[in-house]
């Protein structure tokens, strides 16, 4: 049986003995908290796609800033926090290979639900434009450019 969280931050690192990203999921949240990992090949297929859905759902929308942790909560003065990689690295879980990221967009409410998938393991959040970007953004800025041979312009 699947194990369903709701992702409430999302925490990305470059592990460099890994040689991918991992995406921390509530990294505070010990009992909710998923590590994530992914792999050059699906990262960058995730961000043209990604990209491209945000373009097209919210392209008159305020988008994202530089910052480090993204929260789903709705209150962005509490939303944008640095993370403390003591606490990160403590609280570390094992880590899982991330296999799906669905977007399904709400044209209601303009609020997109983000689904992050491994075999065992599905996260959740409801993101509206600007924290949708933001989370994309920061993801991005986890990527070794150099060492993956990506144009920092990817």
């Known amino acids: 049986m699947k194990k369903n969280i709701i992702a409430n ?3 990305p690192l ?3 003995l890994e040689d991918r990203i991992r995406l921390v999921i509530n990294y505070q949240d010990i009992h909710n908290r998923v590590d994530f990992m992914i792999t050059r090949n699906f990262i960058l297929n995730l961000s043209p796609a990604a ?3 945000i373009s097209k759902h919210y392209e008159n929308a305020t988008l994202a800033q530089d910052n480090i942790t993204v ?4 209150d962005t003065n509490q939303s944008l926090s640095q993370t403390d990689n003591v606490n990160l ?3 570390r879980t094992d880590e899982v290979l991330l296999l799906e990221v669905n977007f399904a967009f709400d044209i209601n409410t303009k609020q997109t639900v983000l689904t992050l998938s491994s075999k065992n393991i599905s996260a959740k959040a409801i993101l509206d434009a600007y924290t949708m ?3 994309f953004k920061v993801i991005k800025s986890a990527i070794p450019n150099i060492k993956w041979g990506i144009s920092h312009h990817f």
């Open 9 to 11: 931050t999302f925490t």
């Open 89 to 91: 690295e403590l609280f």
């Open 71 to 74: 929260n789903s909560q709705k």
């Open 51 to 53: 990209e491209e859905f």
């Open 133 to 135: 970007s933001q989370t």
């Open 14 to 16: 470059y592990d460099e």
